[in-house]
């Protein structure tokens, strides 16, 4: 194999790996995670540059400064580590790129934060949803009914297909570690500040844009997926697609539609809708149809439908990669 070919399999392995090692033992909580250390930053920065009375220019600069430090910072302490390990062995800067990569990703995560909010609605029915609902959404909990519970949950497990599995793979298929960390430093930043609010209007709007820019293809990707998905747990797919092209782009994020307007229609439920945040109305729009009311087993049909697209994605990257393996070794034997 050429080594352009060689380093090509390499990084689907690393990535196909990395989505296989979250899944095994998602985060540690005794290991500490890169997420938090951004997540100081930011708040650091936030809390000496940001003037909320300030002209919205100087926030939009603010916030345009904060972006790019950020994302600089991030991306070069991973590279110079990466850069100091292969020094030490190429083996073992594989194994540093293959855990860092699995760090950007949170495929069991989802499914656990899932699981708990549907085992807390069991167990210790609408007030332990409640609250555990109110750790994986921004949204007031305290008033939820089981159905906007429910909701919650369903509408956190569809869109974070994308936010926390496909864009952190496939931004680890282009350029291993250090872009998989950059991309997750760029969702951190928009889920701290990338809010249209009026704290945050002009502080987060850099963070918020490139967010959805690096989201779109990978949001793109997931209809894919889902399709797939949808299909082997015997969802309505052509209800999902019908949602999609009809709902979707009513969504205030250009890509975060995509997987919740599918996953609604192959419910055959309605996600969005009323919202408060901090006593403060907010109305969500409408994705899928309200052919029944939300239940708890729709929480498992939603995790159902992640783990199967986050098989397919590592499915495809490992055919990918004995397709790339095959038709190099063919070439080889034809020129040799």
């Not at 656990?112 to 909010?117: E, K, L, R, S, W």
């Not at 997926?225 to 999902?240: E, F, P």
């Not at 697609?241 to 709902?247: I, N, P, S």
Request: charged share 15%; glycine share 10%; aromatic share 8%.
């Amino acid at each position: 194999m050429t080594p352009t070919v060689h380093a090509v399999i390499i990084h689907i392995l690393i990535t196909a790996a990395a989505l296989g090692v979250d899944r095994a033992v998602g985060d540690p909580k005794w290991l500490p995670h890169p997420v938090v250390a951004i997540g100081h930053f930011v708040h650091g920065f936030e809390k000496r540059f940001h003037r909320v009375n300030a002209a919205p220019w100087q926030q939009w600069l603010a916030g345009a400064a904060l972006t790019l430090s950020t994302l600089t910072l991030v991306f070069g302490v991973t590279w110079g580590v990466l850069a100091i390990v292969i020094r030490i062995s190429p083996w073992l800067v594989v194994i540093a790129n293959l855990w860092i990569c699995s760090t950007t990703i949170a495929w069991k995560g989802l499914c656990d934060a899932g699981h708990m909010v549907d085992r807390e609605l069991r167990e210790h029915g609408l007030v332990g949803g409640r609250t555990a609902v109110s750790h994986i959404v921004g949204r007031d909990t305290s008033e939820l009914s089981e159905a906007e519970v429910v909701r919650a949950t369903v509408e956190t497990i569809a869109e974070n297909l994308v936010d926390a599995v496909v864009s952190p793979a496939l931004f680890a298929l282009v350029g291993g570690a250090p872009l998989a960390m950059l991309y997750r430093a760029a969702n951190t930043l928009d889920s701290m500040v990338g809010y249209r609010n009026d704290r945050y209007r002009w502080f987060g709007f850099a963070s918020a844009r490139l967010d959805d820019l690096l989201n779109y293809v990978p949001a793109r990707v997931a209809t894919s997926l889902l399709t797939g998905a949808i299909a082997c747990t015997k969802g309505d797919l052509r209800g999902a697609w019908r949602a999609l092209y009809r709902d979707a782009h009513k969504h205030p994020s250009p890509n975060s539609g995509i997987p919740e307007a599918m996953v609604a229609g192959a419910l055959g439920v309605q996600l969005g809708g009323l919202n408060y945040y901090g006593g403060v109305a907010s109305h969500r729009a409408t994705m899928g149809e309200a052919r029944r009311a939300l239940t708890r087993n729709d929480i498992e049909q939603s995790i159902r439908i992640l783990n199967v697209a986050c098989w397919l994605l590592m499915g495809a990257l490992v055919a990918a990669m004995g397709a790339i393996a095959l038709v190099a070794l063919r070439g080889r034997g034809i020129t040799g």
